[in-house]
């Protein structure tokens, strides 16, 4: 027989018993049930989070083994969002789940954020308009944003608090008019410290024309213990937060760590020359 407080009980400690009864109100909603998209949700389910709104359009196919908690020869062919579903509920069967397997997109994109607390970006890397619409929608409804980027085999980290830089200020694609263009934009943005460059093997795998990457299970459970963690910190109202245009950058395989500090965005010296500099390396 399920029991919330007996299920979370050893969360008990590192929050109050008051704080897990906030946590189990609060409402979060997750673009992207894929890689750091389950992830996120399955973490936040097992932090004691009872409600959530999610959405992804794709199914599960075995390409997505290596990373994708939902990914299994038993799910092949399902959508993503029913599993995830299912496998949250697994967690907490009294949690209140909506799911968006359509996609998000201008005419659904209120519904998708109606009454939420928290927007935790999980989308895939190319879908730009997607993630445009979303962080300008929760700007305008005060919406805090989280974003964790698997990147190698670490995690690149951002946040976007109401009242703070902007999603477009600090990334600038406006600036760019190729969707190319705003793809090595989004990359420089989201990891300006680029410690994985160093040991990519094989760069032939890197393709943004074909719209695909490389990725690792590592990276991807190390976005959900960040990405988490300062979930909580929003929605509990406590402990330090670092917006943007501060970052965070945690590489294990460099056994490095970055506070990145981009002031202007990247409207700024350093990232108009690193985006001249990756983009003569994507024309390669």
Not at 60 to 69: A, D
Not at 95 to 105: D, K, N, R, T, V
Not at 132 to 160: D, H, Q, R, S, W
Not at 171 to 191: M, V, W
Request: contains cysteine; aromatic residues 12%.
């Amino acid at each position: 027989m399920f029991n919330y407080e007996a299920a979370f009980s050893r969360n008990i400690g590192w929050v109050t018993e008051d704080e897990q009864q906030i946590l189990r109100s609060k409402k979060v909603a997750i673009a992207g049930a894929g890689g750091v998209g389950g992830v996120h949700l399955l973490t936040l389910a097992r932090l004691g989070v009872a409600n959530f709104n999610i959405s992804d359009f794709d199914d599960f196919e075995v390409h997505n083994f290596n990373r994708q908690s939902g990914a299994f020869m038993s799910t092949l062919g399902e959508q993503k969002v029913d599993v995830m579903e299912r496998m949250a509920h697994d967690i907490n069967p009294e949690a209140s789940i909506e799911s968006f397997p359509e996609g998000i997109f201008e005419n659904n994109v209120d519904e998708f954020l109606e009454g939420v607390d928290l927007y935790v970006d999980a989308l895939d890397f190319f879908a730009l308009q997607a993630r445009k619409t979303i962080f300008k929608k929760c700007y305008e409804k005060n919406i805090p944003v989280i974003t964790a980027a698997p990147l190698g085999m670490g995690a690149a980290f951002l946040c976007f608090m109401p009242g703070k830089m902007t999603y477009e200020e600090y990334f600038r694609f406006e600036d760019k008019k190729t969707e190319n263009d705003q793809l090595i934009q989004f990359l420089i943005g989201l990891s300006p410290a680029m410690l994985q460059r160093s040991y990519l093997v094989d760069e032939s795998r890197v393709s943004f024309k074909e719209k695909r990457g490389p990725s690792t299970p590592m990276a991807v459970n190390l976005c959900a213990g960040i990405a988490e963690t300062y979930a909580l910190k929003i929605l509990l109202g406590r402990g330090e937060i670092i917006t943007a245009p501060y970052g965070l950058h945690f590489d294990a395989y460099r056994n490095k760590y970055k506070k990145t500090w981009r002031p202007f965005g990247n409207a700024g010296l350093i990232p108009r020359v690193m985006f001249k500099i990756a983009k003569r390396i994507v024309a390669k």
